[in-house]
Nanobody, 123 residues
Framework: VQLQASGGGPVQAGGSLRLPCTASGRSFGRNAMGWFRQVPGKEREFVAAITWTFGSTVYADSVQGRFTISRDKSKNTVDLQMNSLKPEDTAVYYC?????????????????WGQGTLVTVSS
């Protein structure tokens, strides 16, 4: 499975960004799709996840109500729509896919990772 994340960039607080992640390769490895983020010196943090087949979603408390994860089966994409952005949302965002649908908030559950895209939110 290969993952290509894009859509990052600078944005002002209160603004919005959409991060698409395109998946290619064997579908077996992407039963669960997730977005994580990381700032220098900190551990990778869970943001949101979605199951590929049924579209069940889960969010981190810090983004609940502001971010929306969705998938498009016809395009093999998983998007993260980010609204009402805050400076503390600044990070490198990574999309990931996993074979197992379990403990979706744990980075260790994911088998494949994209290269990351930087989001910078200014106040």
């Amino acid at each position: 499975v290969q993952l290509q994340a894009s859509g990052g960039g600078p944005v002002q607080a209160g603004g919005s960004l959409r991060l698409p992640c395109t998946a290619s390769g064997r579908s077996f490895g992407r039963n669960a799709m997730g977005w994580f983020r990381q700032v220098p010196g900190k551990e990778r943090e869970f943001v949101a996840a979605i199951t590929w087949t049924f579209g069940s979603t889960v969010y981190a408390d810090s983004v609940q109500g502001r971010f929306t994860i969705s998938r498009d089966k016809s395009k093999n994409t998983v998007d993260l729509q980010m609204n009402s952005l805050k400076p503390e949302d600044t990070a490198v965002y990574y999309c990931a896919s996993g074979v197992l649908i379990a403990d979706l908030a744990a980075a260790s559950r994911y088998d494949y990772w994209g290269q990351g895209t930087l989001v910078t939110v200014s106040s």
